[in-house]
T-cell receptor, first 111, second 115 residues
Framework: SQQGEEDPQALSIQEGENATMNCSYKTSINNLQWYRQNSGRGLVHLILIRSNEREKHSGRLRVTLDTSKKSSSLLITASRAADTASYFC???????????FGTGTRLTVIP | EAGVVQSPRYKIIEKKQPVAFWCNPISGHNTLYWYRQNLGQGPELLIRYENEEAVDDSQLPKDRFSAERLKGVDSTLKIQPAELGDSAVYLC?????????????FGAGSRLTVL
């Protein structure tokens, strides 16, 4: 079974706008990761945030983690058409090395 | 460095036929995963290997699915016989297991269509 759920399921924005995706999960985690998947391709790792971290940045990406609410958000600033893809959160549960993926958010950036 | 290589990329078979997928992980990565991804869904874990040992196969439907990882490098995933509901993308991923950095590198996937 999948660990997380993303919200919204689909998001459509204009180029230059910011995109925010949310992820909720169910159990205690060691870390949470975000991956991107372009249509017909494999997943590509974007960013990892550990359970003792609250915020992390990488380029135009900003990830937050609230372990008390069991939730995370991914913010993509100044979006580009090339950001069009599906985005998945994945959790690593405490004491395990399995990654469990959420249901994904399909982002469309309109040029 | 070469990425995770999977083959075939596409496979169309009739139900009840067997099918096999092959994965070559990144050199030196000791952990290998097989995931199944249905259309519009996230990947679901089937099996995880550490070296040649299957350390978690709890999600693998063992009545028709089997996997092996000989010599702790390449891996194959087999379905016999295939059913209509097996149509999906089968993703392989590898990782160098070390504390606090469970980042996966995925292959492009093998898309299976069962008719």
């Amino acid at each position: 079974s999948q660990q997380g759920e993303e919200d919204p399921q689909a998001l459509s924005i204009q180029e230059g706008e910011n995109a925010t995706m949310n992820c909720s999960y169910k159990t205690s985690i060691n870390n949470l990761q975000w991956y991107r998947q372009n249509s017909g391709r494999g997943l590509v790792h974007l960013i990892l945030i550990r359970s003792n971290e609250r915020e992390k940045h990488s380029g135009r990406l900003r990830v937050t983690l609230d372990t008390s609410k069991k939730s995370s958000s991914l913010l993509i600033t100044a979006s580009r058409a090339a950001d069009t893809a599906s985005y998945f959160c994945a959790t690593v549960t405490t004491g395990a090395n399995n990654l469990f993926f959420g249901t994904g958010t399909r982002l469309t950036v309109i040029p | 460095e070469a990425g995770v290589v999977q083959s075939p990329r596409y496979k169309i078979i009739e139900k009840k036929q067997p099918v096999a997928f092959w994965c070559n992980p990144i050199s030196g990565h000791n952990t290998l995963y097989w995931y199944r991804q249905n259309l519009g869904q996230g990947p679901e874990l089937l099996i995880r290997y550490e070296n040649e040992e299957a350390v978690d196969d709890s999600q693998l439907p063992k009545d028709r699915f089997s996997a092996e990882r000989l010599k702790g490098v390449d891996s194959t995933l087999k379905i016999q016989p295939a059913e209509l509901g097996d149509s999906a993308v089968y993703l392989c991923a590898s990782m160098l297991l070390r504390s606090g950095a469970n980042v996966l590198t995925f292959g492009a996937g093998s898309r299976l269509t069962v008719l």
